[in-house]
């Protein structure tokens, strides 16, 4: 339970990915960490994007190799110490003869190869799309192209098992918590807070604050009292359609515009291709956005170009946008503006510190929040050294080699599940799928699921162990099968988790 005004060495503003591996790492260094987060965690950007962990091919194009660098070493970081929801994925680049060059496109892979320590990722090769299965789905005019390795991630679930780790190193995590003012006096931060469960405010301390807030960021900043940070975030809105699979393989593609920028097209959740995304300067509240007409348009044209079956908005069974919280780097164009991140440390002399975050990726949070550690070490000469990147995140005890190989266990464990839940259990849950179904011994105790292979064992799960609290953050956040539910599934599914929340 929190005291009222307990004091904490860091208080970090927002769940998304960077809150939530800041919280974790400085957890596992000894800090105390309190994180709140207005809705449910990664309810902002960190569940939005195109959901790959990659260097980044096209950065190259603008000199960024610090990043695409420490991407490229981050992929099988990632891979490593988290095998069950990040997996690699094959990209197809087709080769389009108006734009880019081959020798150049030939160049960046031969860097994307080679900068970033490649072990266990499979390299680039070129390919004959004539007499290629990765060829049929595309139109006739592209008959080479490469193929190149990056990662899948299952982003918003990268944002609860970082939690998680941290919470259970002792930081205090606490969801639909929104902060309203903090101020500084002298060494400390006073912070006010609304629990938007019980309605109810209280108050905290902390030496260090981190406004992780994303796309929030300029509009906390005005609640945070003797704030001098000027710089500003540039709201880049990024959407995806989702449509039935165009193809059945496991490869993604990569298409090339005319307008230079790029689309991908990648296997989801078995049935269906995302396409994405798009890049456009926002200035509205990014807790309320969606896709346009025209991206929609964009996007069903841009895929158009280079898949045989024409793709029209009758064709998009669903959406998501997000906005990217860039730092603002003066470029003019949204595509050119830099996917780095930057922090800015806000402190007068003797003050407590303000530290804001610009910018970055899914795939380099990691590195983000040890470099955030680094700039606030000076205020903590007892916290111990860097950590994360020999440490498994919760499920992930097993070598990425082996995944099909830990599935088969699972299945022997409880051989009557369907063979497709249990691939999805163990892809979304890891080795944890043994305690979310440590009282299950038969079908009959699976209890009825509330649509497709969603059963009670698991939502309890994710209410008792991932701060689920309702039937859209189990839908789309931890798991998607928001794809496959009818309204009144959910509404089943809803009035069972607020019958259980009531009961506890
Ligand atoms: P967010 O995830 O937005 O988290 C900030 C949180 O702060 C929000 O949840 C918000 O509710 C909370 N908050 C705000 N104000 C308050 C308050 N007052 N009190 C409490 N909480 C508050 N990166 C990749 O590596 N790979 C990709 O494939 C990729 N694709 C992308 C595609 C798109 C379309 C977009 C938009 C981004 C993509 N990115 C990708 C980038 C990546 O998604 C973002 O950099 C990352 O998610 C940003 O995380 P964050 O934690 O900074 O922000």
Redesign the pocket.
């Known amino acids: 339970m929190i005291m009222e005004s307990t004091l904490y060495d860091i208080a970090i ?9 800041i919280a974790r790492d400085a957890a596992g260094r000894g800090l105390s960490v309190f994180l ?19 260097g ?1 091919l096209r950065y190259l194009e603008y000199y960024q190799f610090r990043l695409v660098r420490e ?1 490229l070493r981050e992929r099988e970081i990632l891979l490593r110490t988290a095998p069950h929801i990040v997996w690699p994925l094959r990209f197809i680049l087709p080769h389009h003869r108006g734009l880019r060059p081959a020798w150049l496109i030939r160049l960046g892979l031969f860097l994307y190869d080679h900068i970033g320590g490649r072990k266990i990722l499979q390299g680039t090769s070129r390919i004959d799309l004539r007499h290629d299965e990765r060829g049929k789905p595309l139109k006739k005019q592209f008959n080479i192209g490469f193929a190149y390795s990056d990662c899948r ?1 299952m ?1 918003s679930r990268l ?1 609860v098992l970082n939690c998680m780790d941290g919470a259970a190193k002792g930081a205090e995590i606490r969801t639909r ?4 003012t903090a101020t500084r006096t002298g060494q400390i931060w006073h912070l006010r ?1 609304l629990d938007k469960v019980h309605d109810t405010e209280f108050q905290i301390r902390a030496k260090v604050l981190i406004n ?6 300029n ?2 900043l005005t ?1 945070i009292s003797h704030s001098a940070t000027k710089e500003q975030v540039r709201m ?5 359609i989702i449509v039935d699979a165009l193809f059945t393989h496991d490869h993604g593609y990569i298409f090339q515009n005319e307008d230079s920028r790029i689309i ?1 097209a990648i296997p989801f959740e078995n049935r269906f291709t995302l396409i ?4 456009l300067d926002f200035d509205g509240d ?2 309320r956005v969606s896709i346009s007409a025209e991206e929609t348009d964009y996007l069903c044209d841009a895929a158009s170009e280079y898949f045989i079956k024409k793709i029209t908005k009758d064709d998009v069974l669903a959406s998501f ?6 730092f603002d780097d003066g470029r003019s164009e949204a595509k050119a503006a830099t ?1 780095d ?1 930057v922090l800015k440390l806000d402190r007068g002399t003797g003050e407590a510190p303000l530290l804001s ?1 610009y ?7 990691r590195k983000l929040a040890e470099s955030v550690l680094e700039k606030i070490s000076a205020f903590f000469p007892e916290m111990g050294p860097k950590w994360t990147e020999q440490h498994q995140l919760p499920g992930g005890g097993f070598s990425p080699d082996n995944f099909m190989g830990e599935v088969q266990k699972f299945r022997e464990h409880m051989p009557f599940l369907p063979p497709e839940s249990a691939t999805r259990l163990f892809r979304t849950y890891g080795s944890r799928v043994y305690q979310m179904t440590s009282s299950i011994k038969s079908v009959e105790q699976m209890a009825k699921p509330f649509g497709h292979d969603l059963h009670p064992f698991e939502v309890d799960y994710l209410i008792d162990n991932e701060w689920a609290r309702c039937a859209e953050d189990i839908l789309w956040r931890r798991t998607k099968l928001g794809l496959f539910f009818s309204p009144d599934q959910e509404k089943d599914l809803e009035n069972y988790i607020r019958q259980k929340q009531g009961a506890t």
Do not use: M
Request: charged share 15%; net charge positive; with cysteine.
């Open positions: 503003i927002g769940g998304g990915i960077n809150g939530c591996g709140c987060e207005q809705n449910d965690l990664a309810s902002g950007t960190s569940s939005a994007s195109t959901k790959l962990i990659h980044g991407a991630v982003d944002v918590t929104k902060l309203l807070l992780a807030s994303g796309p929030w960021l509009e906390l609640h880049v809105k990024g959407s995806h991908f994405g995304t798009t890049d990014p807790g946008s997000g906005i990217r919280p860039l996917r991140y975050l910018g970055g990726k899914i795939t380099t949070y």
